[in-house]
């Protein structure tokens, strides 16, 4: 059974980082493109970041351009979200997925002074 773990949440102020790391389990994980979602607060889900089987290959929402970086490990079987000049508007639960199975719990991010 799929299984997505992600990790590295927490609460920093305006302009602030945190890395969040997804761990998967019992999937094809190298072959598959994983996302990074964002819950917001008014419970819209919208992707933030994405990236292909081949890591060369990264996609952004345009409201995260230029502060996040998404990558992966392979062989660990995990996806990065580097997220730099955090803003209020960055604020939600944060989840991971391969765009096939069923979503993990995510971790909370909340960035406010």
């Known amino acids: 059974q799929a299984r997505f773990a992600e990790f590295g949440g927490g609460r920093v102020q305006p302009g602030g980082s945190l890395r969040l790391s997804c761990t998967a389990s019992?999937?094809?994980?190298?072959?598959?493109?994983m996302f990074w979602y964002r819950q917001t607060p008014g419970n819209n889900r919208e992707w933030v970041a994405y990236i292909l089987a081949n890591p060369k290959f990264v996609y952004y929402a345009d409201a995260v351009k230029g502060r996040f970086t998404i990558s992966r490990d392979n062989f660990q079987e995990s996806v990065y979200l580097q997220m730099n000049d955090l803003r209020p508007e960055d604020t939600g639960v944060y989840l991971c997925?391969?765009?096939?199975?069923?979503w993990g719990q995510g971790t909370q991010v909340t960035v406010s002074s």
């Open positions: 997925n391969n765009g096939k199975n069923a």
């Open positions: 019992g999937t094809t994980f190298s072959d598959d493109t």
